[in-house]
């Protein structure tokens, strides 16, 4: 598929922010310092009154999206996730999640994917780290399309959402005539028996080319992209439990507090099977082409077919 | 101002230092000294100053306050009570199980703006709330209350920076200017002296004044309403535990509860405090 295009999440972040600008008018935009690098600068270009630079003060800016949704705008708040969920938690925590606001986070640069700039700047807690906030939601899309919807789906809920975005450009598979996004419900992407392999943002890609492969090698797997990490589809995980007798995740992530987390504890109070994790191991990232980090960090999906052919062993 | 205006918030004032202490003593915990010191300045704010409606504690056009030294809600639930927001009956089930009245400020109580009560948060919050006013032409003013030892977390002055840059001067941020934080003095803990000059260098009209002084606060607050293209930070120097003799510049009622004989002697001074008006 080597005429795929290739989208990075963060470009339909900042555009469908603009392109919703005009129908819902209380939506403002707030960053910090990395409107070129978040794409909310594509928004500001076109709505420079409704743009806020906090500049390089995360905590400020969480407080400050608090304040402007407690008096009804919707503010989108953008920076990387290192940033946003990390250095801002206790903010997005207490001034946010407490008072249960309508604000919106949009994190850019998650996970190893970040490349170059190495491990400071590579978050692969973020998700961990917000499903811990009582009341928050998390959405992490898998491509453009699923990405633009997502965003209009986070403006029409009334509540906090982190939203995850990434630098690298990575297929764009969903038909955008056809996708309609479902916020909290999983999409079955391909049918299978032998295995599930449940995926979240750019690895859902890679788990459907990992099922071709097991395909080809006779094993059945069904693929199932969780985009709404929190409130998680229990039901489908759990259909999918039972359907399958075990379970892989994949996520740019650590494989502490994620997807993979968030599935295993699901499965172990309805249905309990195995759970093979694929995501970061408990280690730092490093610096290198983006690409090859995924592959170093085992994100591709040539181990996921690898990891797959082993976890059905342990059914 | 007005004598009998000021007769009449003296004795507002006074009737929420009861309630500070009624609340703190029924739910045995609490942060009395930080209260206590707060009480002048709330009672001129939501009696004298500030667009509320305790009927309509919703109502959009309303002015806002953000308690960012949230630990002092007592004093803030006591006027609120006495505005009718709420019974004041209801101060003694501060900080039980099931009241309304948490341990610090939750949003969901009517005419409280803003849940609060980690330092450092809460003028972030009403920097948003005021930016959000000039986005939208509105004419409401954005009031928050920050603690002297609030404001050596960075984030207050992340904030400070955004009010000025952004020229919010619907905003009016009052520094409780008491000189006590739980370790101690502020001069010994970890000093964001000056404070002053602090909050002029970040690009603010800065005022101080004595918190005790109706007419000085009065005057604070009249001259804040001229200011125009930049925040206005009003530095009231208090006495920590104001009202209780026992209480006054004494660090250790920073976070602790009177007992029954305590409290007795702390109401009966405050009674005697509200005689001596009435007469």
Known sequence: ?315 | MDEKIKKNLMKIACKARMGVIEGTYNAKSGHPGGSLSICDLLAYLYFEKMNVDPKNPEMKDRDRLVLSKGHTAPALYSILALKGFFPEEELKTLRHIGSKLQGHPCINIDGIDMSSGSLGQGISVACGMALSAKISSENYKVYTILGDGEIEEGQVWEASMFASHYKLDNLVAVVDYNGLQIDGKLSEVCSPEPIDKKFEAFGWHVISIDGHDFDQIEKAFSEADTITGKPVAIIQKTVKGKGVSFMENQVSWHGSAPNKEQYEKAMAELNQQLKDLED
């Open chain 1, 1 to 315: 598929m080597a005429d795929i295009i290739k989208k990075a999440t963060r470009e339909s972040y900042g555009e469908s922010l603009r392109d919703l600008a005009e129908k819902y008018e209380n939506l403002v935009v707030l960053d910090a310092d990395l409107a070129a690098a978040t794409k909310t600068g594509i928004f500001k270009k076109a709505y420079p009154d409704r743009f806020f630079d906090c500049g390089i003060a995360e905590a400020n800016m969480m407080g400050v999206a608090a304040g402007l949704a407690a008096t009804g705008k919707i503010p989108f708040a953008s920076t990387f996730a290192m940033f946003a969920a990390g250095r801002a938690y206790e903010i997005v925590r207490n001034s946010i999640g407490y008072p249960h606001l309508n604000v919106k986070i949009g994190a850019t640069h998650a996970g190893i994917s970040v490349g170059e700039d190495g491990a400071t700047h590579q978050c692969n807690e973020d998700i961990a780290l917000m499903r811990t906030i009582p009341g928050m939601t998390i959405i992490n899309p898998a491509d453009d399309v699923e990405a633009r919807q997502a965003v209009e789906s986070a403006i029409n809920y009334v509540g906090p959402v982190y939203m995850r975005f990434g630098r690298l450009a990575i297929p764009v598979f969903n038909d955008k005539n056809n996708y309609k996004f479902e916020l909290g419900k999983g999409v079955v992407l391909r049918e299978g028996t032998d295995v599930t392999i449940i995926a979240t943002g750019l690895m859902v890609y890679e788990a459907l080319e990992a099922s071709k492969t097991l395909a080809d090698e006779g094993i059945s797997a069904r693929v199932v992209n969780i985009h709404t990490i929190k409130p998680l589809d229990t039901e489908l995980v759990c259909k999918c439990a039972c359907d399958t007798g075990v379970i892989v995740t994949v996520e740019e992530h650590s494989i502490i507090g994620g997807l993979g987390s968030a599935v295993a504890e699901a499965v172990t109070g309805c249905c309990p099977v195995p759970v093979v994790r694929i995501g970061v191991n408990d280690e730092y990232g490093c610096s290198g082409p983006a690409v090859d980090l995924l592959k170093r960090f085992g994100l591709c999906a040539e181990n996921i077919v690898a990891k797959t052919r082993n976890a059905i062993k342990l059914k």
